[in-house]
């Protein structure tokens, strides 16, 4: 079954990339504009991505788990959040980058509250996305949204860390 | 974007300098780490390219702007909810919508849901953690958007 879901998937890129390449021979204007949308959001991600795996590289090889471990880990209490937070508002890009760096310290032993709040501040306050927000919406926007969802979202992963241990959730890439 | 190209050059400078063998380690484990997760990134590429050709930034703003503030924080979280947009073409977007005279509330509403709440991610999120904690973890993101849509509705006064 999860090999014919393989199967169907690949078979789905395919029809797909045909279907642009195609419309770009034929001159068939929505597909192009589907074609260019995926090229522009491409070319997007592919200045950032190398960037951050070559630093979870690193992280991963030269941090140390202790360090990880005492700083975010189980008894690492509010500091932890705050740290984490802080780390957020350095990452660049998006979700898409947020994702693999928390899956990273939670191998090197941060908490599950940790990384959720990880994801969770770096969609919302990195720090240059949040200077340019605040040039054309305001700073008391900007002030009021950080103040108002950074609580939230510790509160809230706190609350999920707790409710996936009771149900001895385990983190596994690839699931 | 720049900063980022500096940190990293530097970082793995010194990183050179340190430890050759561990610095090649690194870099041999961030390339199988994203030849792993490619094929998520290729899906949510695609995603993103047909769900943005069928709701271009146009008819965001649209409906963004033509409507009762309730209906309006509904509709924006629903469109920040299924899209996916850099913030350099977000912001200035609400800039534009701003001075058209959509409220801060409504935009909080789509940029806040633009920012925690990943459908189009979906495909990457699930690699790393699961269907049932990325369906979770979107949601609570959802109904937090929505308290700040509020907050920021009652301290600019756009509630009643």
Redesign the interface.
């Known amino acids: 079954m999860k090999m014919q879901n393989k199967h169907i ?1 690949a078979l789905a ?1 395919v029809i ?1 990339f045909v279907f642009i390449i195609g419309s770009f021979v034929i001159g068939f204007k ?1 597909g192009k ?3 260019h ?2 090229i522009t ?2 070319v ?2 592919l ?12 992280f ?3 941090v140390k788990k202790e360090s990880v471990e005492k700083h975010l880990g189980k008894d690492s209490g509010m500091i932890g959040y705050i740290w984490v937070v802080l780390l957020a508002g350095t990452t ?1 890009g ?3 980058v947020a ?2 760096v ?2 990273s310290l939670f191998k090197k032993g941060a908490k599950l509250g940790v990384i ?1 709040t990880y ?2 501040a770096s ?2 306050c990195r720090i ?2 949040t200077i ?2 605040s ?3 305001g700073i ?2 900007s002030l ?2 950080l103040l ?2 950074i609580p ?2 510790i509160l ?1 992963s706190v609350w ?1 860390e707790n409710y ?1 241990e009771t149900k001895n ?1 385990k ?5 | 974007m720049y900063y980022l190209y500096i940190v990293t050059g530097l970082t793995l400078l010194i990183s050179f300098i340190g430890d050759r063998g561990k610095t090649s380690k690194a870099v041999k484990i961030a390339f199988k780490k994203l030849v792993k997760i490619l094929p998520a990134f290729v899906t949510m590429l695609i995603l993103v390219s047909i769900v943005l050709f069928f709701i271009p930034d146009k008819m965001i703003s649209n409906y963004l702007g033509n409507n009762d503030k309730f209906i309006g924080v509904i509709l924006a979280s629903f469109f920040g909810s299924i899209t996916l947009m850099p913030g350099f073409i977000a912001f200035p977007l609400c800039g534009i919508l701003l001075k058209k005279g959509v409220s801060y509330m409504v935009l909080s509403a789509f940029t806040t849901t633009l920012m925690m709440v990943g459908i189009l991610t979906y495909p990457i999120e699930k690699e790393y953690f699961g269907v049932k904690v990325t369906i979770v973890r979107n949601v609570i993101g959802f109904f937090i958007a929505l308290i700040v849509a509020l907050s920021i509705g009652f301290f600019f006064g756009e509630l009643s």
């Open positions: 998937k890129i797909y929505s504009q589907i074609g949308n995926f959001f491409s997007e991600m200045k950032i991505l190398p960037c951050a795996f070559i630093l979870i590289g690193l991963e090889v030269w660049v998006g979700l898409y994702f693999p928390a899956y959720f994801i969770g969609a919302i240059p996305m340019f927000e040039s054309f919406m008391k926007f009021i949204r108002v969802s939230l979202v809230s999920l996936l959730y983190i596994m890439e690839g699931k």
